[in-house]
Each structure stands twice: as structure tokens, then as C-alpha cells.
């Protein structure tokens, strides 16, 4: 008598294909009825995890190891928990840097594999017990790379403007407003590869940092930045791959130049004047904060993106416009382009 979970050769059988076809008919059935948001690009980059659960569970009906399965499937919970919840637990840089977790799970599988019940139960608690350790770690700020270099600039009382240029090549950039008096960049960096040069033109300070390592995961930099909201500011801001969120809406910010090749883009943007907000990304997710009481006009050149405004937001002319906006009497101008992924405008609470 063959095994229920064998096939005819007496290999194992895979029920990978199933489970997902299973998977997407609940989730199609869910957004139909209105139970799960979202629709198009958005909805099938935020259920992405769902493929490591069903890679977990199949190799549990498998019987193909302990740990990784149970690894693979608490960090699907984990990171549809991150793209569904109220707000995004980590960031990708802090998730990618635990990678020898990998390494740690194999080896659990490895000691723990038998036919004992004890010995299942031993590697089920250590898997778990290796998960909940993990999201501890990042959670409460667990410096996995401690090389952290403090970044202090000043500026004279006879400046007006500053000019600023960040860039680096694969990893993490927080920016906010929040330095203290006279400070013109206050912050931390990792790794300590960079250079940075400041300037003086008159009544504008000129200031640019750079990584000058080439960045590979896991080993990625991390930017904690704030910007001084005494000044009018030009910001110019390059990312290779990984994260960008500018928290903007405390600065006096004139324009932005924001270009990325891959990853995720979030912008809050302040109350402002300027015909020069251009945000460029090659695939990714790009999340845009707008202020409600501005008129706005957007320039979405989005090839094969899915662009989101808000309802009350319409099409004229070849631009999306707040209400009681044109091209010709909006406070903000902004120019998005993206090749694939997700453009998505809301106001800002």
C-alpha cells in the first residue's frame, strides 16, 4: 500500500502547487468580497510572503526537515505582518544583516533530525525560540553593525540657504529636521567609508556626503540624518538599492531631486512652493505625503506602475490635480517617473 503522502515512485509527494492555487483563489475570493484591500501591483507585492508560508508548509507535509520549514513560515507571518500592519516594523537593511540565520537553521535541522518525537519537539522549540530572538533584536535596536561614525556640521549666522547632496549605494537612509541650534546635519552613519566636503557661496552652504564603498548585502549602509529647518533648502538625494524615507514636513524645502535605482521610496513633503519636486525610480515602491490644503499638480510618467491619488484627485491635461488645482495655479509641481512597481499619493494626517 502506497503512503498517502507518496506518489506511485515512492518519491514525496509536492504539494507546493496546490497549496498556492488554493492560496490565490482565497485571496482573488477575499479582495472580491472585500475583505482584503488593495488590487493590482499593490496587492500582489504586499502577499509576496505568502510564498514563503506555502514553501514552509509543504516541506513540513514533506517531511523535509524541521527548522527551515518552521523558519520559512514564521518569516512569511512576519513579513506579511510588516506590509499589512499599521506601520513597518524594520527596515529590509536591519532584515538582510540577520542572514547567518540561515546558516543557524541548517544546523538545527541537521542536529534534530530523526525519527524521535523529542527530538522533533527539541528543534521546534529552538526554531521558534531562534525567530522570536531575531525580531527581538531588531525591534529593540540591537546594533548588528556597531560602526557607527557621528556626523556634525555647523553653519555661520549669515546664511540664507543650504544645498544638500547625499549619496550612497545600497542601503538605508532616514532623513528628518530635528538637530540642534546651529547644526546644520546632525547624525549617524555606518559603515565609516565616506566622504563629505562642505562650502560656503555667499549666503548658501554647500554640503555633500558620499559612500564611497561599494555596498553589498548584507553589509549595506545605514544613514540617520536630520537637516536643520532654519534654512531654505535644495536637496538632492541618490540611492543604488534599498530604502529612502524623508521625513520633509518640518523643513523649508524649495526643491528635491530623489533618484533610485531599486527598492522603496517614502516622502513626506512639507507645505511649499516649488515647481521642482522630481522623484525617479527604476522598480520599487514609491510612497508620496502630500498636504491637503496645497494645490497640487503630479506628472506621473509611470510605464507599467500603478499609480494611486486620492479619490478626489482628477486627470487634466496630462496631469493629476488636487482640488481647485490646474498646472498653471498649483503651489507644488511634482514629476514622478517609474519603470514597474507602485506609485502611491496620500495626504498627509
Do not use: C
Not at 555661520?156 to 546635519?185: C, F, H, K, R, Y
Not at 526643491?255 to 516622502?267: E, H, T
Not at 503651489?331 to 496620500?346: C, R
Amino acid at each position: 500500500m502506497i503512503p498517502e503522502n507518496k506518489n506511485r515512485n515512492g518519491q514525496r509527494r509536492n504539494f507546493f502547487g496546490p497549496i498556492l492555487l488554493i492560496t490565490i483563489g482565497l485571496v482573488f475570493l477575499g479582495n472580491n468580497l472585500g475583505l482584503i484591500q488593495g488590487e493590482g501591483w499593490e496587492l500582489i507585492w504586499r502577499l509576496w510572503p505568502v510564498l514563503l508560508i506555502i514553501a514552509g508548509l509543504n516541506d513540513l507535509i514533506r517531511r523535509e526537515g524541521i527548522a527551515w520549514p518552521i523558519l520559512l513560515i514564521g518569516a512569511g507571518v512576519f513579513f506579511l505582518l510588516n506590509n499589512f500592519g499599521p506601520r513597518v516594523w524594520i527596515s529590509w537593511t536591519q532584515i538582510i544583516q540577520l542572514w547567518p540565520i540561515l546558516l543557524i537553521a541548517a544546523g538545527i535541522d541537521l542536529v534534530f533530525k530523526g525519527d524521535s518525537i523529542w527530538f522533533a519537539i527539541a528543534g521546534v522549540f529552538l526554531t521558534l525560540l531562534l525567530i522570536g530572538g531575531s525580531v527581538w533584536i531588531v525591534r529593540e535596536g540591537f546594533q548588528v553593525s556597531a560602526d557607527y561614525t557621528e556626523i556634525r556640521e555647523v553653519f555661520a549666522e549669515d546664511v540664507e540657504q543650504m544645498e544638500v547632496n547625499l549619496s550612497l549605494g545600497a542601503g538605508e537612509l532616514i532623513l528628518g529636521s530635528d538637530t540642534p541650534d546651529g547644526m546644520l546635519v546632525f547624525g549617524s552613519i555606518t559603515p565609516d567609508k565616506h566622504s563629505d566636503q562642505i562650502s560656503t557661496e555667499g549666503s548658501k552652504i554647500l554640503y555633500q556626503l558620499e559612500h564611497q564603498e561599494l555596498g553589498f548585502y548584507p553589509h549595506t549602509a545605514r544613514w540617520e540624518l536630520d537637516l536643520t529647518d532654519d534654512l531654505a533648502a535644495n536637496l538632492v538625494v541618490h540611492n543604488g538599492v534599498g530604502e529612502v524615507i524623508l521625513l520633509l514636513e518640518e523643513l523649508d524645502l524649495s526643491a528635491l531631486d530623489l533618484n533610485q535605482g531599486v527598492g522603496r521610496l517614502v516622502v513626506y513633503l512639507p507645505e511649499m512652493e516649488s515647481d521642482h519636486v522630481l522623484i525617479k525610480q527604476a522598480v520599487g515602491i514609491i510612497r508620496i505625503r502630500i498636504p491637503a490644503n496645497l494645490h497640487v499638480a503630479v506628472d506621473a510618467q509611470n510605464g507599467l506602475s500603478k499609480v494611486d491619488f486620492p479619490p478626489d484627485f482628477e486627470l487634466e491635461d496630462g496631469y493629476y490635480i488636487s482640488p481647485e488645482a490646474s498646472k498653471s495655479n498649483a503651489d507644488l509641481v511634482i514629476v514622478v517617473e517609474q519603470a514597474m512597481g507602485l506609485i502611491d499619493f496620500e495626504y498627509s494626517r
